[in-house]
C-alpha cells in the first residue's frame, strides 16, 4: 500500500463522524494515527458535541507521521482534546485498563498492523462501555481475503478476525464495503 493509501478516504471520515454523533462520543481510542485525518475528522465532531470533557487517545508508534498529524490537530483546532501515545497499541491499551479505564470508551477505531487486529479486539471490547462500538478498517483488503490462495499473515489474520467477530456473542457486528471494508461490532 503506498503512504497515501494508508488515509482513510473523505466518505469514511464522514461515515465515521457520523457514528461518533450518533454515540454522542465523549471518549475515543484510536489504533493507527499516521498523519491524522480520521483522528482530525472524530475529534472535530466530539469537541462540537462536548466542548468540555472530550478525549481522544490516539495510538500510533511512528513520531515521523505523527509529528504531521500534531501539525493538523493544531490547525484544526483539536490538539488540546487528543492524548497521542508513542508505543506499540497493546501496551497503551493493557496501561489503560490497569488505570482503571475498562467500560468508560464510546468509540474505537482501530486501522493499524492486521495481525494485531484480534489483540486490539480482546482489549478494546474491555475499554468499551455496553453499547459502545468498534470500527476496524480494510476488512475486506482489496478482495483478498476471498481469495483462499492468498495465505499472507495479513490476509490471514484479517480473514480469522471477522469470522471471529461473526459469531461472538459479546458483539453485534456488521461489515459495510465503505472503503476497504469496515468492520461495524457493538459491544452487547
Ligand atoms: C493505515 S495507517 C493509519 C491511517 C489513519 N487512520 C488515517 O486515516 O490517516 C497505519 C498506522 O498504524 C501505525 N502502526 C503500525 N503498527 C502499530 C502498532 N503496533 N501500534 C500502534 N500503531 C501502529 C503506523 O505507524 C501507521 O501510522
Redesign the pocket.
Known sequence: MSNAG???SAEQGAFMQVITRMLSAKRVFE????????STAVALTMKELNPVGARLLA????EE?TTKARSYWRDAQVDDIIELKLA??AETLDARIAAGEAGQYDLGFI???KT?YDSYYERGLRLLRKGGVMLFDNVLWSGRVADPADTSADTSALRAFAQKAKSDTRVHAAMTNIGDGLLICVKK
Do not use: K, L
Not at 59 to 62: E, H
Open positions: 494508508m488515509q482513510i489504533i493507527g494515527v499516521f498523519t491524522g485525518y480520521s495510538c500510533d508508534i511512528s507521521w506499540p497499541a486501522d493499524a498492523d494485531g
